[in-house]
């Protein structure tokens, strides 16, 4: 209120108590930070911490550690008075910090009681039932007497509920409260939008985690096995190496540097990250016997790769539109080569561990300087890769299966997603695209975390793939609005024909006008999987009104 003596002098914009990052009130100060800030997580004791979303956190905050542990250590001044409240939605299980915390309090969930036969329970989704197709038909059924409670209940069923204990808590000042969705009062989020919301998310392994995640409150449990080398081998399909099927749109190539060798795997994307392997190169060693990545020979063969062109089913040819090298061994050579390439069809890339990323692709972040320390520009660039999220990825993708040919002759289309692979691909690809799986590992400190670790000593062709998946987010395949997909379809099939890569027949198909000896090494212009680049916008002048 207006001067009331108790709220103090008004603040003003320039007083160094009160910053964007800061507000002084009285009795205490309200100090806002950042999780990737390790001056910021441990520069001030305080009393009382509130950590935001902390499985979005970094894994480590400037290299200074658990960005939880950081700020937790800030309130050991007040050791016996301190309050620490972590929320957040959940994440992958094994590597979620929201639930390694959860799990280690008393587990408080809130218990309401049936409108029918009182029996008081916790919420589930599996009880929220609907006739299929149906969304609005939603009830919620008793798991005392089975009897189905309707939406208009929920407010008399939160005014009368109740927060109970599940567990023993590992530590007695700790407790902890799991809340879904399905509490959400009446007039917020209802059951009918949640069963079409699950509804929605079917047939997208990526969709049903962010329910679960976003709407239960659940964490998803990352399916890290290989996938069977064996069926993936069977599966393969009657396209050959070399030649893009119809429904692939644009190329992209992942390339791995070796020490005696460079490694290179191209990939034909379509709608709903679709995608085709067309070619696995080699760039051996020299003549000379000496390490390849080190020898002008090996570099100049693989800047003939970014002029190279292969037929699409169609009759048009292909080129890259990216090509993501790894600069992880011989960084240098990389980066020299990359400058002489040009970065409008290059992308150096590094891979880092860990699923808890802002984005599976961060960057470009600039590598050369000046004398005087200053980044350039227009000089070498490098993408940071979150790998274990784009390998637990193709996992997903390598194991939806393609549909039988009753589905087929009922209009069932291959999943969003799918991996094609052609009839040439080898048994040693195979395997080697399937070399590594994800394990629970535990930390010295006792935590669990998520890792990848080998099953076969060989795994360039993993690589390669994690690599070309990155090169094609760069170039924004995971951004396109329709317009840009119309315009790949236009070019991959000119004329009055569209649609090109919905139907499966389409993504069979053989190309029209195949020379397998010209598809090796066919320098001819790309007529199609072009990139658009947009036009920049002119720079708009405005007149202030007192000049008018």
């Known amino acids: 209120m207006p001067g009331d003596p108790d709220q103090g002098e008004a603040s003003r914009s320039r007083d160094s108590g009160n910053t964007v990052l800061s507000k002084d009130f009285a009795g205490g100060i309200l100090v806002l930070t950042g999780a990737n800030s390790a001056v910021g997580l441990r520069s001030i004791p ?41 929320v957040s939605t959940p994440t992958i299980k094994g ?80 407790i902890g409260f799991h809340l879904s969705a399905l509490y959400s009062p009446v007039g917020w989020l209802s059951w009918e939008a949640v069963a079409r919301a699950w509804e929605a998310a079917l047939g997208s392994d990526e969709a049903i985690k962010a329910f679960r995640n976003t709407m239960l409150g659940e964490t998803w449990i ?10 993936l081998y069977e599966r393969r399909e009657d396209f050959s190496v070399g030649t893009v099927p119809a429904g692939g749109l644009f190329l992209t190539a992942g390339a791995d540097v070796q020490k005696d ?57 292909l080129g890259l539109a990216r090509l993501a090298i790894d600069s992880g061994y011989e960084a240098p050579a990389v980066y020299a080569w990359a400058r002489a390439a040009g970065f409008a069809q290059v992308a150096p890339v590094k891979g880092v561990e860990g699923f808890n990323r802002a984005a599976p692709v961060m960057g470009p972040s600039y590598v050369d300087v000046t004398t005087s320390g200053k980044k350039l520009r227009r000089g070498a660039r490098l993408w940071t890769v979150a790998v274990a999220t784009f390998k637990s990825e193709s996992y997903r993708f390598l194991r939806l299966g393609r549909p ?67 090169a094609a987010w760069i170039a924004g395949i995971d951004r396109w609005p329709e317009a840009t997909w119309r315009d790949l379809e236009q070019q991959a099939c000119p004329g009055p024909r569209s649609g090109v890569g919905t139907k499966d027949d389409d993504m069979d198909a053989e190309p029209a006008v195949v020379d397998t000896t010209e598809s090796q090494g066919s320098p001819a212009t790309p007529s199609a999987g072009l990139l658009r680049r947009r036009a920049p916008r002119g720079r708009r002048v405005f007149t202030p009104t007192y000049l008018k």
């Open 404 to 470: 039988t040919d009753e589905e087929t002759a009922e209009g069932l289309s291959y999943p969003a997603g799918y991996v094609h692979l052609p009839k040439g691909a080898e048994a040693e690809w195979i395997k080697q695209l399937v070399a590594e799986q994800l394990v629970t590992v535990k930390t010295k400190r006792g935590f669990q975390r998520l890792e990848w670790q080998k099953l076969r000593e060989r795994n360039e062709v993993l690589d390669c793939r994690v690599y070309a998946r990155a």
């Open 222 to 231: 990352e399916s890290g096995e290989a996938p069977d080398w064996q069926r």
């Open 261 to 317: 060798r460079i490694e290179v795997s191209v990939w034909a994307w379509g709608r709903g990250l679709t995608s085709w392997l067309v070619d696995h190169i080699i760039i051996p060693r020299s003549s000379r016997g000496t390490g390849g990545p080190e020898r002008t020979e090996a570099w100049n063969a693989l800047t003939g790769l970014l002029s190279q062109t292969w037929p699409h089913a169609h009759g048009q040819r």
């Open 46 to 86: 305080a009393r009382y911490l509130f950590l935001d979303e902390v499985d979005a956190y970094p894994l480590s905050a400037d290299e200074e550690g658990d960005p939880v542990t950081l700020a937790e250590a800030r309130s050991l001044t007040f050791a016996h008075r301190r309050k620490i409240f972590l």
């Open 95 to 174: 590597i979620s910090r929201i639930e390694r915390e959860y799990e280690a309090s008393d587990q408080r969930r809130y218990f309401v009681p049936c409108q029918h036969c009182g029996h008081r329970q916790w919420l589930k989704f599996g009880r929220l039932r609907w006739e299929k197709g149906k969304p609005e038909t939603a009830r919620y059924f008793c798991e005392g007497c089975e009897g189905a409670i309707a939406e208009h209940h929920k407010t008399a069923m939160l005014e009368a509920g109740e927060w109970r204990a599940t567990s023993v808590s590992s530590d007695p000042l700790t």
